[in-house]
């Protein structure tokens, strides 16, 4: 069936390429048969180039309803080259190596240039892709060669179009000192021009020469609430990604790893600062670009700045252009501002916004983040904003009600922690891991965990919910923001989940695997308390117990495994840690109750798990599962005695002792 299809397409293509010129072979195509009738019923020199060599892009149907600008000739001739791209970029075969890129020049006036690119093994003219190209001749044995393309190529023309002279050789210093000069839609970019002029145009010699840059350039809304005077050479120099064309398609999506581009502040070796950006379509399909500063001074830190398109890919002699609506690697608002759900600029942090508005005193908490300078760093506030899509998944589970206080509070720290930071690349701490004490609310205990995954990403964990970084360092003056893809607090995995996927529970959850201890912790109608021993905790047991370590966990005696386990573990209840320091006891599946009891340790309070000798500290507290808590401890509760070295009839499980019992008596029978 797949063939026959594929048969049918290569078919029509073929039919296609017999119909005669590049009319008639557009004519021939229904989804592009618009673009034919454009060509063939406006007037104009497009024609005759119509019988002539000429290669022809033509967007589809669908592009031309969805484009609310002039199809006059200039938009016709605009669509048309009379050069042919090079063989490479002749086909649509994905064998051919990416990032390749030509310019052509269209036959309107001035020339402006068509960007041929393959990119992720598509080709592309401008913003534009390609679906096919399919070869032409006319009727006199001239070449031509059809582009059918999925979205329009918008000119850049003059306001006056019978100005002749206003089209030739228009490069982004064109538009930046003749602002009004240009069809930019209803946009103006005269503050950021008159910025540049008081700066110096010399000093941006990209903006005059000729190249394949791109240019991002800050509409004149974009200073309403901001001090021009903040636009330095070094911000200026941020918004050029020098031999780079940088256009809206094709583009990668919010969360996907994002292509770095170095700025031309990156490339000044002798300057400190060193900014590169990135552009990505976020949960709504809008189109933004992100500044990262890498290297930052005291006038502009490290971090991100997020801003939108809003209107891109204006083709220039040099490069294509941006207009973005605020400036890049200024950070200009607080955190509040970025997050204020009123601002349609702030909707991928809309939901998590929404709950900060219920909570009166954490929104004023929020409001009033003071930021002091402390040598080469700001304090202020870190806050860790769930996506959007994070709320809709517990939607669907039906958990998403109000958050409360101590949930909210789970992804804010009363200082600035990038994802950079020391205490997080290189913890000090046995288990990897970097405690931060979350702040609020005001008489909080609880603690946010973070910590390198494999992958290089960064992981957190809030009251047993383990979450992942999606999109770090978004700077505001007061604070900075990192987006996450879990809501922190609320829980939707099991005890079976928890164990398997966190760092420190690595090998309790391997020890567990045996004869499918863990298998039980799937089942969310039954609740459990558990305290879980650490890496550590197991390693310290192999240091004064080897022997019993190695029959734990060689798997033959499981049984022995199992007990140890049970020794932890309570079925039928979930206790929190303030719970259990209430009860003053844990009463497991095996052996007498476990103490509970808390402890002024160096000025803070302490939870303790005391059997007989034995006392072990709660290390983390309060890993809520959809089925219980999680507590982790940094000792293993057991002793020697607990396992038998050879796995003696004393402590074989009940059946087995049985059936031996009941084969000694058959044989005391025969006999």
Same mark, same amino acid.
């Given at each position: ?58 967007? =589809? ?30 086909? *649509?075969?994905?064998?051919? %190596? ?65 100005? *002749? ?10 538009? @930046? ?15 950021? =021009? ?41 911000? /200026?120099? =941020?918004?050029?990604?020098?031999? #780079? ?14 292509? &770095? ?27 933004? *670009? ?29 490069? /294509? ?7 890049? /690697? ?15 600029? #702030? ?15 954490? &929104? ?13 760093? $700001? ?27 101590? *949930? ?59 979450? $992942? ?18 809501? &922190? ?9 928890? @164990? ?9 959850? @391997? &020890? ?60 039928? $209840?979930?206790?929190?840690?303030? =719970? ?13 109750? @476990? %103490? ?12 303790? /798990? ?14 809520? !599962? ?39 008596? !058959? ?5």
């Amino acid at each position: 069936f797949k063939m026959l299809i594929v048969l049918l397409l290569f078919m029509q293509i073929f039919n296609i390429a017999l119909c005669g010129n590049v009319l008639e072979l557009l004519k021939g195509m229904a989804t592009h048969s618009e673009f034919a009738s454009l060509l063939e019923n406006t007037d104009g020199v497009h024609k005759y180039y119509l019988d002539s060599y000429v290669t022809i892009f033509a967007p =589809s149907n669908a592009a031309l309803k969805g484009y609310d600008g002039k199809k006059n000739k200039a938009f016709l001739l605009n669509h048309m080259a009379s050069a042919f791209p090079q063989p490479n970029l002749q086909t *649509v075969n994905t064998a051919v %190596k990416n990032d390749e890129v030509e310019r052509l020049t269209s036959l309107l006036q001035g020339h402006p240039p068509l960007w041929i690119r393959r990119k992720n093994d598509d080709l592309y003219v401008n913003n534009a892709k390609v679906s096919m190209v399919l070869p032409a001749n006319t009727k006199d044995g001239k070449k031509q060669f059809l582009y059918p393309i999925e979205s329009v190529l918008e000119p850049l023309v003059p306001q006056m179009e019978d100005s *002749v002279s206003d089209y030739v050789d228009i490069k982004a210093i064109d538009v @930046l000192k003749h602002t009004k000069k240009y069809r930019i839609e209803n946009f103006s970019i005269e503050l950021f =021009s008159n910025r540049l002029n008081l700066l110096g145009f010399k000093n941006f010699n990209e903006y005059a020469q000729y190249g394949k840059s791109t240019f991002f350039i800050p509409v004149d809304e974009a200073f309403q609430a901001l001090d021009k005077g903040l636009i330095d050479k070094e911000v /200026v120099k =941020s918004h050029i990604a020098p031999n #780079n064309l940088i256009f809206t398609n094709p583009i990668r999506s919010i969360g996907e790893e994002m292509e &770095l581009y170095q700025t031309l502040q990156y490339k000044q070796s002798s300057m400190e600062v060193k900014v590169a950006v990135s552009m990505f379509k976020d949960i709504n399909g809008d189109i933004k *670009v992100q500044s990262q500063t890498m290297t930052g001074n005291r006038n502009h830190p490290r971090g991100k700045v997020i801003a939108n398109i809003v209107k891109g890919n204006i083709p220039v002699q040099n490069g /294509v252009i941006h207009l973005i609506d605020k400036p890049l /690697v200024i950070l200009a608002n607080t955190l509040w501002q970025m997050l204020d759900p009123t601002k349609l600029e #702030n909707k991928r942090f809309s939901k998590f916004a929404d709950e900060i508005t219920k909570n009166n005193i954490f &929104l004023d908490k929020i409001k009033n983040i003071e930021s002091k300078e402390t040598d080469d760093f $700001k304090n202020g506030a870190t806050i860790f904003v769930p996506t959007n899509a994070a709320f809709e998944e517990l939607e669907k589970y039906g958990l998403h009600h109000k958050l409360s206080p101590n *949930v909210l509070g789970l992804h804010f720290l009363d200082y600035t922690l990038e994802s950079t930071d020391v205490r997080i690349v290189r913890p000090q701490t046995d288990f990897q891991m970097y405690g931060a004490k979350v702040g609020f609310p005001f008489d909080t205990k609880n603690q946010l965990w973070i910590w390198n995954g494999t992958n290089n990403e960064i992981l957190l964990d809030g009251m047993g919910v383990q979450a $992942k970084i999606v999109d770090s360092d978004i700077r505001a003056t007061n604070g900075i923001i990192h987006q996450i893809d879990r809501v &922190l607090g609320v829980p939707v995995n099991s005890v079976f989940e928890k @164990l398997k996927t966190d760092p420190m529970l690595t090998l309790s959850h @391997l &020890l567990g695997e045996q004869e499918n201890y863990n298998l039980k912790f799937h089942d969310i109608s039954v609740n459990y308390t558990f305290l879980v021993p650490t890496n550590n905790a197991w390693k310290d047991l192999k240091k004064r117990y080897a022997t019993a370590y190695k029959v734990l966990f060689h798997g033959q005696f499981f049984y022995q495994s199992n007990n140890i386990l049970d020794r932890h573990l309570q079925i039928g $209840k979930a206790y929190d840690i303030d =719970s259990l320091v209430s009860l003053g006891e844990l009463r497991t599946v095996r052996g007498a109750p @476990l %103490k509970i009891y808390s402890d002024i340790i160096n000025g803070e309070e302490t939870i303790f /798990v005391k059997h007989e000798e034995t006392i072990a500290k709660i290390i983390r507290s309060n890993l809520k !599962c959809s089925n219980g808590y999680i507590h982790i401890i940094d000792k293993v509760i057991m002793k020697r005695r607990d396992v038998t070295l050879s796995g003696e009839n004393k402590n074989l499980p009940s059946l087995t002792i049985n059936l031996l019992m009941f084969m000694y008596f !058959c044989v005391f029978l025969i006999k």
